[in-house]
């Protein structure tokens, strides 16, 4: 799978919308781009995935480059349980269920009040 | 989402004694489970994949003897610590995949192990 790079940690006001980069140039075109997020002591949690176009769901939106090559996870409104650590993984998803998520250092996203 | 629960949510141990994690996935069938293992202040690694009635694929550098997987129904993985030692403290997290494409994978609640 692709490596993926992310800011060691950001800050975000509360309230305001947060913005986590990821760069992953060296994605390959089966490639799919998946955020996670980990609460301390907690499990990660499922946030959001695309391919290439950009995805929104309830809790995030998802931008993708057009070239595939970086990513943003949008947070429209931070609240104080937003604080985790994010994880982006670009992943290859075949039709059975074997694949892994390989998880790199992420951004530990500080929301401020 | 899914829900995936682990037990316990932390367990102390003797060193030399063993331990064992259940992973459930509560409200569906789960072909593939995974283990993770987490320092602290580190990310999570993976150690291993399980397949429902097939024997688990480890990672390199992850004792099989020690780290003990079975995954015997499609709702059930289990991980056994044996004859833990202080240095496998750590927190264990399972995951678990429903067969298909893109599907996302969900996670337990994860396991502290504190070997003393």
């Known amino acids: 799978d692709a490596k993926t790079t992310q800011p060691t940690s950001m800050d975000c006001a509360e309230g305001r919308a947060a913005n986590l980069p990821c760069n992953h140039s060296?994605?390959?075109?089966?490639?799919?781009v998946y955020w996670y997020r980990q609460i301390h002591s907690q499990g990660p949690q499922y946030i959001i995935h695309g391919l290439k176009n950009n995805e929104t769901n309830e809790m995030a939106s998802l931008i993708i480059t057009e070239d595939r090559k970086s990513s943003t996870l949008i947070l429209p409104h931070a609240t104080l349980r937003d604080t985790a650590v994010y994880y982006c993984?670009?992943?290859?998803?075949?039709?059975?269920?074997?694949?892994?998520?390989?998880f790199g250092t992420g951004t530990l996203l500080a929301v401020q009040p | 989402g899914a829900v995936v629960s682990q037990h316990p949510s932390w367990v102390i141990c003797k060193s030399g004694t063993s331990v064992k994690i259940e992973c459930r996935s509560l409200d569906f069938q789960a072909t593939t489970m995974f283990w993770y293992r987490q320092f602290p202040k580190q990310s999570l690694m993976l150690m291993a994949t399980?397949?429902?009635?097939?024997?688990?694929?480890?990672e390199q550098g992850v004792e099989k003897d020690k780290f003990l997987i079975n995954h015997a129904s499609l709702t059930l993985s289990t991980l056994t610590v044996t004859s833990a030692h202080p240095e496998d403290s750590s927190f264990y997290i399972c995951?678990?995949?429903?067969?298909?494409?893109?599907?996302?994978?969900?996670f337990g609640q994860g396991t502290r192990l504190t070997v003393v």
């Open positions: 399980s397949n429902e009635g097939s024997k688990a694929t480890y």
């Open positions: 995951s678990a995949r429903v067969a298909g494409i893109n599907t996302e994978a969900f």
């Open positions: 060296t994605i390959s075109g089966n490639e799919y």
């Open positions: 993984i670009v992943r290859v998803t075949y039709g059975g269920a074997t694949n892994t998520l390989i």
